[in-house]
Structure formats: C-alpha cells, structure tokens
C-alpha cells in the first residue's frame, strides 16, 4: 500500500471521526422542543384534546434524543426535533380550540338561561299588568254601577216626590200640572188649598238646588188675547211669589204668560175650558236646563 | 507493477459500475414517490381549501415552500431529505389547519360572548322588569 492511500485512508477515518464529533453541547431546536411540549403537557386538557399529537412529540423527542446519543447526524436531531416541536404546536392549537369550544357550550346554556328569565320576567310583568288592568275594570265597573244606583235612588226619591203633584213625563221634560181648582175665576190670588201643592214643591226644589222650575200660566178662551196673556202672566207671578215666599230662591224660577194659545182641551165645554185653565211647571235637568223644551210664547 | 496498473485501471472502472449501478436503483427508486411527499400534498391542498390562509399563512407557505424542495430533493435522488421535507411539510401543513379551526372557534366564542353581554345588559337596562306597585 503506498504512503498515498495510507494518508487518504487516515483522511477518510478522520474525517469520519470529525463529523462525529461535531455535534454540539446541545441542539437548541431540540431543547425548545423538550420545553416546549412540557409546558403543553402541563394543561389540564392536554390528555382530553391532544393526545394523539402529545404521543407524536414524544416520540419524535426520544427519537431525537437516541439519535444524540448515538451520534447520528445534527441534520437528522434537528429534523426530528422540529417534528417533535411541530406536534407540540398542533396539540396547543387543538387544545386551545377545544377549550373554546367547551367555554361555547358553557355561554350558549348561560345564554338560554338568561333568555328564559327575560321571557319569564317578561310573562310577569305582563301578568301584573294585566292584573292591573282588570282590577282597574272593576272598579271602574263598581264606580257606574255605584253611579246608577245613586241616579237610580235620586230619580226615585224624585218621583216619589213630586208623586204626590202628579207630574207627567212629556217631550218638554217633567211636567206639573197646577189646576183651575187653585185659583178662582179672573183672580190670581191661590187659594188657601193651593198651599199644600206649593209648600211640596217648594221642598222639591230646597232637596234638589240644581234644578229651575219654568212657571207658565194658561187661561181658557173667554176674554180677549190680551187680558188671557196679562191673568196668565199673574197667575204664573203668583205661584213664583208663593215659592220665593217659601224660601225658594228667584233665580231658579222662570215665568211666562201663555194665556190661551196652548189649550189642552177644547173651549165649547165647561170641564174643556176648566182644564185650559192651569198653571204648568216645567222642571228643568239637573244642569238647570229644559232640553226638551220648546220656548212658549203667547201668540 | 502488472498488478498495481491493473488495479489502477479496473479500480476506477468498478467503482463507475457501482456508481451506475447505485444511480439505477436510485432512479428505480425516484419512481415511487416516498409516502411523506404524498401525504404532505394531501395536506397541503386540504389546508388551501381550509382557507388557512388568514391564521395560518405562515406555516401554510413554509408547508407549500418544503413540499417544493422536497420533490427537488427527490429529483436530486436525495429520498432521505425528500422524505424529511415531506414529513415537515405536512406538519406545517396540518399546524395551519389547526391554527385556522381554533381561530375560528375563538371567533365564535367572542360572539356569543357579545350577545350574551348583550342580552344581560337589556335584562337589566332594557325595562323589563316589572314597575313596582303604588
């Protein structure tokens, strides 16, 4: 064997012996890896998410970690060493999205409980409200029937009252009718028996100070127009008087003379003529008002 | 001296057959592609169509980057290196998939977040509750 070969042989085993012993202290890739999966395989899903990914890394590290040991090539331990490092990153992802995934579930059921509670708050409130509502019917409810009866009472003790003078319900409201029988022929003085009716209706109006009387006077048709109109207006005159004398105020009482231009029967008998003769007393509503009455003029 | 001048010439010649003969069976071998470069492709198109894109751009070019050095490590006949890339490039590949699905959920956790934040704050706020009797 020449000296040339020998020295090439020596080159070669050299070498071979230098390449071995490249490798460094430490491969950094491969102890990041290392770190790297320890902090992954610390999380407390880490066995729930990833533990396909976590076996892969390990196994790639203890592959890279053999190949150290036995000297194989760097290229070799860093390619494994970024498998191991690629496997840790997959099982961070995975355990990552897994979590999220457990924390969805957690706030959809958060959520459904809140919508529920909305609704059920919501359901309350419009039960109070609706509770609200028909109590205020009913009461509403009492108050008109409460209402109608007092108008009910009030319309009786009304009736009742004037009962006694006979009062006819007309289109021009409630009519009394005082009779010839009060006054004597051509006079307009009442007679003494006209008391009574005067002194009911004088109480009338004292129990029910909202109402007004329209005091209208008729004669028959004997006498001239003028002379009916005048004893009509007097005769009206004194029943206001006698009224007033009872301590009805003036205010509340409306006189007219009519004389003969409203008959209620005809003039060619004497009981016809008798009941033309009258005084009627129209009593107004409780505002004070005659809806219902036509204005009477003498014509 | 016969000897040593045979050795000189049938030496080097032998040592082309073997070279030639080791270049064959490499190109035998190029012919089946190595199972890593194949998966890694795999990987890489599902990745694309994942659109891995947006949370996964970075690994998702480093994976598309090995997978073309590792078929011109195979070109080459270095199967080994082309196996490594593929192998890598399919983890790249894989890790941005992984990086986009969890993007995702995160995304869609905020959301619910928000609406519940939202919710909450119209049960409290929004005057649902019931007004207190007089």
């Not at chain 1, 100070?209 to 207006?233: C, F, I």
């Not at chain 2, 070279?19 to 795999?42: F, L, W, Y």
């Amino acid at each position: 064997m020449s000296t040339k070969t020998k020295l090439s042989i020596c080159a070669v085993g050299l070498a071979a012996i230098a390449a071995c012993s490249h490798l460094p202290d430490k491969v950094d890739t491969l102890e990041q890896a290392r770190i790297s999966l320890r902090n992954v395989e610390r999380d407390e899903l880490a066995s729930e998410m990833a533990s396909s990914e976590i076996a892969s890394a390990r196994s790639a590290l203890a592959e890279a970690d053999e190949a150290y040991r036995d000297k194989d090539s760097l290229d070799f331990i860093t390619h494994k060493a970024y498998v191991a490092q690629r496997y840790t990153d997959i099982a961070k992802e995975r355990i990552a999205e897994g979590r999220a995934k457990q924390q969805i579930a957690q706030g959809e059921s958060r959520r459904n409980q809140i919508v529920l509670q909305a609704r059920a708050q919501q359901a309350e409130s419009e039960a109070q409200a609706a509770e609200r509502r028909a109590q205020e019917a009913n009461r509403q409810v009492d108050q008109a029937s409460q209402e109608a009866d007092a108008a009910r009472e009030r319309n009786q003790s009304l009736e009742q009252e004037l009962a006694n003078l006979r009062p006819k319900e007309t289109e021009r409201g409630l009519v009394l009718t005082l009779g010839d029988v009060l006054f004597d022929t051509a006079q307009n003085a009442l007679k003494p028996g006209a008391a009574r009716t005067i002194q009911q209706l004088a109480m009338f109006m004292q129990d029910h100070p909202d109402r007004k009387v329209l005091v209208e006077g008729h004669t028959d048709a004997r006498g001239s127009d003028e002379y009916n109109v005048q004893l009509s207006e007097r005769r009206a005159d004194s029943v206001r008087d006698a009224l007033v004398g009872r301590g009805v105020p003036q205010d509340r009482i409306r006189t007219v003379g009519l004389g003969e231009s409203y008959p209620v029967a005809g003039n060619d008998t004497a009981a016809g003529m008798q009941a033309n003769r009258r005084v009627e007393i129209v009593i107004s509503d409780e505002s004070g008002n005659f809806p219902g009455a036509v204005e009477r003029a003498a014509g | 001296m016969s000897f040593q001048r045979t050795w000189n010439v049938c030496m080097p010649i032998a040592l082309a057959a073997l070279a030639i003969a080791g270049c064959a069976s490499d190109r035998q071998r190029t012919a089946q592609r190595p199972e890593e470069i194949t998966r890694a492709s795999a990987t890489v198109d599902a990745a694309e169509k994942a659109g891995a894109y947006e949370h996964g751009n970075l690994e998702l070019t480093s994976a598309q980057r090995k997978l073309g050095d590792a078929e011109k490590a195979l070109q080459d006949g270095d199967r080994e290196q082309a196996a490594w890339l593929g192998e890598e490039a399919d983890l790249d590949a894989q890790l941005a998939m992984a990086k986009a699905r969890n993007a995702e959920m995160q995304n869609a956790l905020a959301q619910l977040n928000e609406s519940i934040e939202a919710l909450q704050q119209q049960a409290t706020g929004g005057g649902t509750q019931a007004p207190g009797q007089p």
